[in-house]
């Protein structure tokens, strides 16, 4: 009868467990988020930090920023962080999100062969850049993908004047994330506009090298958003939140702050207190 009760003991124990195991297990969330911050490993350095002090595991589904967001406009996402300030104030005033948060930042550069045909190295303005590159006609790689970063170098080449698209012959879209782009440009000795996390953590360099940077208008700033529980009543909000608050926080700022490549810091906190 003693056996037969510590087996019935041993039995709830188990399921217990079982039960605790499986309730953890669903403590997880989705952010869809650049490209950009994955392949630089930001998220590699954070995500574990954020882990280990809430138990909250996440699952990254790294694409271009348009791409992200359409993911939290279908409610595939619970969070979305991203970098196209305008995009993501328009996925609030639809509703998808009641707040766009900023985050951290970095810079846009603009890359090119160490023979630069365009005469382009050294500059700071990149609307002159953008315009002695169409006049040399040499290859200038875009992502044509939707995403921040495409969104950004169309807007210099609005600012600069000029308008290009797949049907120009030096003009090459790739439809990929930064690193295959940075690929392609390296294969093909063109010019391309990259954010410099992704350049600094970029191996396939060739004979590529920054040419043109420390333009204001290349600042490249982050916003994070929760996904509307209004919208998509199976959203995360509580686990959603406490990312978000976390990496607002002190601590997730500072532990942003603290990933680098080679000394250099690639993102910098700026979320306001």
Same mark, same amino acid.
Do not use: C
């Given at each position: 009868?003693?056996?037969?009760?510590?087996?019935?003991?041993? +039995?709830?124990?188990?399921?217990?467990?079982?039960?605790?195991?499986?309730?953890?297990?669903?403590?997880?969330?989705?952010?869809?988020?650049?490209?950009?911050?994955?392949?630089?490993?930001?998220?590699?350095?954070?995500?574990?930090?954020?882990?280990?002090?809430?138990?909250?595991?996440?699952?990254?589904?790294?694409?271009?920023?348009?791409?992200?967001?359409?993911?939290?406009?279908?409610?595939?996402?619970?969070?979305?962080?991203?970098?196209?300030?305008?995009?993501?104030?328009?996925?609030?005033?639809?509703?998808?999100?009641?707040?766009?948060?900023?985050?951290?930042?970095?810079?846009?550069?603009?890359?090119?062969?160490?023979?630069?045909?365009?005469?382009?190295?050294?500059?700071?303005?990149?609307?002159?850049?953008?315009?002695?590159?169409?006049?040399?006609?040499?290859?200038?790689?875009?992502?044509?993908?939707?995403?921040?970063?495409?969104?950004?170098?169309?807007?210099?080449?609005?600012?600069?004047? +000029?308008?290009?698209?797949?049907?120009?012959?030096?003009?090459?879209?790739?439809?990929?994330?930064?690193?295959?782009?940075?690929?392609?440009?390296?294969?093909?000795?063109?010019?391309?506009?990259?954010?410099?996390?992704?350049?600094?953590?970029?191996?396939?360099?060739?004979?590529?090298?920054?040419?043109?940077?420390?333009?204001?208008?290349?600042?490249?700033?982050?916003?994070?958003?929760?996904?509307?529980?209004?919208?998509?009543?199976?959203?995360?909000?509580?686990?959603?939140?406490?990312?978000?608050?976390?990496?607002?926080?002190?601590?997730?700022?500072?532990?942003?702050?603290?990933?680098?490549?080679?000394?250099?810091?690639?993102?910098?906190?700026?979320?306001?207190?």
């Amino acid at each position: 009868m003693k056996r037969r009760h510590l087996l019935q003991i041993g +039995l709830t124990s188990l399921l217990m467990a079982s039960t605790i195991g499986m309730a953890q297990a669903q403590k997880s969330i989705t952010v869809s988020s650049t490209t950009s911050t994955e392949q630089s490993g930001l998220f590699t350095h954070i995500l574990p930090v954020f882990q280990n002090k809430t138990g909250i595991q996440v699952k990254v589904v790294a694409v271009g920023t348009g791409q992200a967001l359409d993911i939290g406009r279908r409610g595939d996402a619970d969070v979305v962080f991203v970098h196209d300030k305008v995009a993501e104030e328009k996925f609030v005033s639809e509703g998808f999100s009641s707040k766009r948060i900023e985050i951290m930042y970095n810079d846009f550069v603009l890359i090119g062969p160490k023979s630069d045909p365009a005469k382009i190295n050294g500059g700071k303005d990149i609307a002159v850049a953008l315009q002695k590159i169409m006049k040399s006609q040499s290859s200038f790689i875009s992502r044509g993908d939707k995403s921040g970063t495409h969104a950004a170098e169309l807007r210099y080449w609005k600012v600069a004047g +000029l308008e290009v698209s797949a049907s120009t012959p030096w003009y090459k879209e790739t439809g990929s994330g930064m690193g295959p782009a940075l690929n392609t440009a390296s294969g093909l000795n063109g010019y391309i506009l990259s954010d410099r996390a992704t350049w600094l953590t970029f191996k396939n360099r060739g004979d590529l090298t920054i040419l043109v940077q420390g333009d204001p208008r290349l600042f490249n700033q982050y916003g994070v958003m929760l996904v509307s529980p209004e919208k998509h009543a199976h959203v995360k909000k509580a686990e959603g939140q406490a990312f978000i608050d976390w990496i607002a926080s002190k601590d997730g700022q500072e532990t942003i702050a603290s990933y680098k490549v080679n000394g250099e810091q690639l993102f910098f906190p700026n979320a306001k207190k």
